[in-house]
């Protein structure tokens, strides 16, 4: 088991910039991926950025590329999602996530924290 823990969510306006932090204990040595889910009212949870765990590739939803960076800090077990360009739209919930097989497949994770907040108001 994998245990995920989320911090740095809140509210920003506009353009403005947020850094989302999770740190992974447990079983951390058979960790494949992390990743960052999102879900708006009403939405289905997608997976917004993924990162392989040993070698860094990455990827992004097309809504968020260009906006969202992904990036590991493996010392500390911690992943980050640096997000700036903020839009209403991005308001949501945001979940980290763990996977044994994939960064990409959003069916493939497994791990999940209990989530933080994004409110980005216009």
């Known amino acids: 088991q994998v245990q995920l823990i989320e911090s740095g969510g809140g509210l920003v306006q506009a353009g403005g910039s947020l850094r989302l932090s999770c740190a992974a204990s447990?079983?951390?040595?058979?960790?494949?991926?992390m990743g960052w889910f999102r879900q708006a009212p009403g939405k289905e949870r997608e997976l917004a950025a993924g990162?392989?765990?040993?070698?860094?590739?990455?990827y992004y939803a097309e809504s968020v590329e260009g906006r969202f960076t992904i990036s590991k800090e493996t010392a500390k077990n911690t992943v980050y999602l640096q997000m700036a360009g903020l839009k209403p739209e991005d308001t949501a919930v945001y979940y980290c996530?763990?996977?044994?097989?994939?960064?990409?497949?959003?069916?493939?994770?497994?791990?999940w924290g209990q989530g933080t907040q994004v409110t980005v108001s216009s």
């Open positions: 990162i392989n765990w040993s070698f860094g590739d990455t």
């Open positions: 996530a763990a996977s044994r097989f994939s960064y990409r497949r959003s069916d493939l994770y497994e791990y």
């Open positions: 447990g079983a951390t040595g058979n960790m494949y991926a």
